[in-house]
Each structure stands twice: as structure tokens, then as C-alpha cells.
């Protein structure tokens, strides 16, 4: 577990800064980072040149002014959010980022702000996985000063789970969000794996004062900020420890993948006199590994060649090294080295420089516990979760964020129980126990994706629309939806389902009930139906109209009428073949043939001589001429 802050010798994760107000510009060889003035509803620029943003990316809480705000230098200081029980157990930050290794630093501070001289216990996780513990009461120095902790993480979904779990009835809080992207490679990245996180028990910067982005104007690509290493010295190495420092430049620093500054090796410590040994003690958490990272730097200008300064490097009396830093890289070069402690037996790392031949030097030193990241839940039951939070309305002090089930250490969301799959590598949304809660939504059709549910009540809230097509799968045994305003049909998916206790009873819904779902009380289990007025088609339920069902045409009414249109289209293709038959065998209504109209023309002709004629002989009775019989023609 983490370093708690309540620690008589926490290290860097609890260390306080006397900051100093000089210029200050960061820059980063990456384009990714937010500084989130927490408890703020304004942005600003403070004195070293950083722009910080309102307060955002948060899930609910309040905010407050500590109760001294004169006393803090840095604009981010002087406001906190803090989240009472009323939003939830668990609360976040959820911050936008594109995949890749992140930086992330928060200020914590107390300074009795509420006014009840109680300083709060809570944990904060990252991405699922917890990474600080406070537990009250703080050491004063906390209380009134505040104290920065940072970590090295992966994020790769697209956006940082950054929460805080309340203990017992305390409302955690902070002060201040810092996230910059880093190298991916940067503190072997390969060695360690993206699957861990790197949490700081102490950056030392050996012969100087504390510095760092955002305290002096010494700047850091990565954003870290260092701490004098005096505290971490042994009483013994205190007596007889020497501080170097120089103005000269130093080769090799500032580079891929760590970008270690320069400012860290123009200082060192040494030992006073020709010899002897220089010897650092670390606190720790005898549960994890450690990460030591060393640097180096000859900035002693009498030593000229290799074998002048020559120490071996010893980390809990295991010899790790022989070093002779101007052999590995001349005089005022950079120098570094990392090893991995395993297998701890104590909450002490010891780190000693024994002389071979000269005093031995040392310009910084880096301890990082390394974390494994937690069980999370599996992505699609997370985007299930969600939907389901917004369309059931789940209240604020529930405390649904972040991930439904991470860390395993903390309880999963309010009602909701969680347990690993099968492969052991992920969590999965196992029981859903929302009874009563005074819900007024619907149940989104995501919930299909909840495919290792047991058991799901949603029973006495007020809850309408219909019921998911996709609700149900094989793991699902218990179903209590009843007391709602539950519309339309069952679905055919629960019948797919192991259930053995049904419960729909007190809602709206309308339809057939599928015969596997009412056999569930035949087989033993347990099924009540009543008080939906529209289900038919089971014992002691209304028999389905034949043709109309759940509000719409039953399968057998789609059928009947499609039946229908094909006898209706087959009768009316005969009718239109009848007909065209019945036109061929009359065409002389339409068309005369062409006999018939040469016997017309002949008979025309005919009429014209006979009246010709018949003018003929008028005339000639005009002018008293005999009258021929016509047979005479």
C-alpha cells in the first residue's frame, strides 16, 4: 500500500515546498497537460508563468477558501474542493487525455477550512488503483502547509480516473490538479511495463534546495518537482557530508527519454575528507517493489582522469555497482543509473556510497514505488454502467464514478456488487441491487451488455418505457422489476436466461408472456405476472387475441395478412388475364377487318349511281319527257 501521509517521515508524497515567487515558464516536449485550480471559478496565471484553469472534469462536491489564504504564495493553494457524503462515497476527476504516460501531481491541504480542527481520512486512486492514503489527524505541518504528491501513469482509454473514497463520514479533498505528458519510454518503461504506476516516495536533489516547476524558476521538461536530500540522510553521513555546486555547464542532460535537467547535476554531495561512505535512508512499504533511479555528475574540478573518484553503490548492503563517473563520462557530464529493489523485509531502503578510492559524490536520487495497477472492469460493462447512471438517474449521492468496481480494495458503485472473470484478468458487474432508491428513468438498452449478470432488482422506483430487447443472458438467475411503470412487451431474450425468480408484477406491461418465462414457476421457481392488465397467454391470464398482440399485430395476424395479399394479388392477375382473352375474340368491336370494309365501299358506291339516276329522271319529268321504269335500266 502507498505511503500514508500520516507518516512521522513521509517522504516526497507528503513533502512540503517553501515556494519561491520567481519567473517561471514551462516547457514540455509533449503537447497534452491541464492545470486545474481545484475549488476555483476563475482561471489565472500565477508567478511563474503557468496558466491555470477553473475548476472542471469533476463529478460533484463543493468548494471552500482555506482559512488562511494570505499564507499561500501560489494561486492554486488557495482554494480546495471537498466532496461531502451527500454526492457519494467515491468521487473523481475525469480529465480528457489522449493515450500515453502521464505526470500527475495534486496539492492536499486542510488548514481548517470547515472549522472543525478535523482533518479528513480518505484514499485516492488512479485509473482503479489506489495510489495515496491520508488518515487523520495529519501532522500539523500538513494541516496548516498542505503537501504535494505526484506519480508516473499510463493512460490509454482516452481519459484519466483520477478519484477520491471517503472514510468513515469524512469528505476528502484538494487543492490543486496537475497533468503533463511524458515520454512513454521515460524511467524504463520497457523494464517495468505499462501496467504499473510509479508513485514518488522521494525526488531528492542532493546539495540543494528543494526545487521544480512551479517553485523556482529552474525549469523541468516533465513538470517534476525535487527536494533537498538533508532530511534523508543518515545522523552519521549528516556530520560529514559536503555540498558542491557549480555554474559550468553540464553535457547530456535535458535528453529522451527522461529529459533530466541540468540544474539537478550542478549540484552534489560529497564526503569531507580523503574517504568514508555517505548513507541515505528511505522509508518504504515493504509490500512493493521500489524503483531507484541514481545520478551523477563530476562537477569537482581537481578530479581530472579516470580512477581519481572511484565508490561502490550498495542498496540494503547488495552491492549494485562500481562507479567512476569520469571513466563513464568525463567531468561535468550527466550520469545515471537505476535498480530495482525486490523482496523487502523492512520499511527501511538503505543506500549506501562506500569509498574505493576518493570521497564518493552523488547529485540526485529518485525512489518510486512501483504500483501494479488494479483489476479494472471490462471497458463494455463500464459503457453499460454509464448509460445505465444517466438513464436511471441515479442520484448524486450514490457516488457512481469512475470505474463501477476499482479499486477491489474500496466497494463498488452503491448497490452494485462486482467479482473477477473468468480469466481472472478483469472485473465484472455481477449483482445490481437498486430497490427502492426513488429512480425515475428507464433501463438504457446498454444493459445488454452486461453479460455476467446474476441478478437484477430494480423494484419500487418509478421507472417507465420498455423493457431492453437485449435484457438477459445466460447468467442471469434473479429479476425483480416489479412496482414500476413498465410498458410494452416481455422480451423474447429473457427466455435464453437461468432464471429462477421473476418478478413483474405492478406495472403496464402488455402482450404475450413467453411460455419459458411462466415455466419458471413450473419448474420450481418463483414468477409473478400480476397487475399488468395487457399480458395474456399463460394460465390465469387472458387468452392473446388472435390476431393482435402487445399493442401491435401478432405473428399469426402478419401471417393471415400476408396470406391474404397473395391470394388478393393471385385473383387479380386471373381477372386481367380473362379480360385479355375475352378482347381477342371480339377485336370487330375495336377494328373491322379488311373485307368487311371493302363490301362497305362497294355498297357506298352502289347508293351514289341509284341517286344519280333517280336525279335523272326528276329532270327529265320536269321537262314532259316519259318516265322509264326503273326495271329498264
Known sequence: ???????????????????????????????????????????????????????????????AVVSEPLRFHQIAEKTIRYFPLSFGKKNCYVVPLPPGRYYLRTFT??????????????????????????RSPWPESFIRDGSYSDLFAFIG???????????????????????????????????????????????????????????????DSFGRSWQSDEDFRSDDSK??????????????????????????????????????????????????????????????????????????????DKNVSRIDVFHEVGGFAAFSLNYTVKNLSSTTVTVKLSSVLGPPIISGLENYAIVPADMATVPEQVTAMKALKDSLRVPDR??????????????AWEGVSCRPNSQGSALVIFQIDLGSQGLKGFISEQISLLTDLNSLNLSSNTLSGQLPLGLGHKSLVSLDLSNNQLTGPIPESLTVSSLKLVLLNGNELQGRVPEDIYSVGVHGGIIDLSGNKGLCGVPSLPSCPLLWENGHLSKGGKIAIAISCVVFLILLLL??????????????????????????????RYQRQKSLMLLEMESQHAKGMPTLPLNSQ
Open 1 to 63: 500500500m502507498p505511503l500514508s501521509p500520516s507518516s512521522s517521515s513521509s517522504l516526497f508524497l507528503s513533502s512540503i515546498f517553501l515556494l519561491l515567487l520567481l519567473p517561471f515558464s514551462l516547457s514540455s516536449p509533449f503537447n497534452t497537460s491541464f492545470f486545474i485550480d481545484c475549488g476555483s471559478p476563475e482561471g489565472s496565471t500565477d508567478a511563474f508563468n503557468r496558466t491555470w484553469l477553473p475548476d472542471q472534469f469533476y463529478s460533484g462536491g463543493s468548494t
Open 109 to 134: 491541504v486542510y488548514d481548517n477550512y470547515d472549522g472543525k480542527s478535523h482533518s479528513p481520512s480518505f484514499d485516492v486512486s488512479v485509473e482503479g488503483t489506489l495510489v495515496f492514503s491520508w
Open 157 to 219: 482509454d482516452g481519459e484519466l480516473d483520477f478519484c477520491f473514497y471517503s472514510i468513515a463520514t469524512d469528505p476528502p479533498i484538494v487543492g490543486s490538479l496537475e497533468v503533463l505528458q511524458v515520454d512513454p519510454s521515460s524511467y524504463d518503461a520497457l523494464g517495468t511495463g505499462h501496467n504499473v504506476l510509479l508513485v514518488n516516495y522521494g525526488r531528492l536533489s542532493c546539495g540543494s534546495d528543494q526545487w521544480g516547476p512551479g517553485f523556482t524558476n529552474h525549469t
Open 239 to 316: 556530520s560529514v557530508a559536503r555540498s558542491l555546486s557549480t555554474v559550468e555547464k553540464i553535457k547530456g542532460v535535458d535528453q529522451s527519454p527522461n529529459y533530466f535537467p541540468m540544474k539537478l547535476y550542478q549540484t552534489a554531495v560529497t564526503v569531507s575528507g580523503g574517504g568514508g561512505s555517505l548513507v541515505y535512508e528511505l522509508e518504504v512499504d515493504a509490500k512493493l517493489d521500489y524503483l531507484l533511479w541514481f545520478h551523477f555528475s563530476e562537477i569537482d574540478s581537481t578530479v581530472k582522469k579516470a580512477g581519481q573518484r572511484v565508490f561502490d553503490l550498495l542498496v540494503n
Open 398 to 411: 450514490m457516488g457512481w464514478n469512475g470505474d463501477p468496481c476499482a479499486p477491489t480494495s474500496w466497494d
Open 575 to 604: 381477372v386481367i388475364y380473362l379480360c385479355c382473352i375475352w378482347r381477342g375474340r371480339h377485336d370487330y368491336d375495336f377494328a373491322p377487318p379488311h373485307d368487311l370494309t371493302s363490301l362497305a365501299a362497294k355498297r357506298n
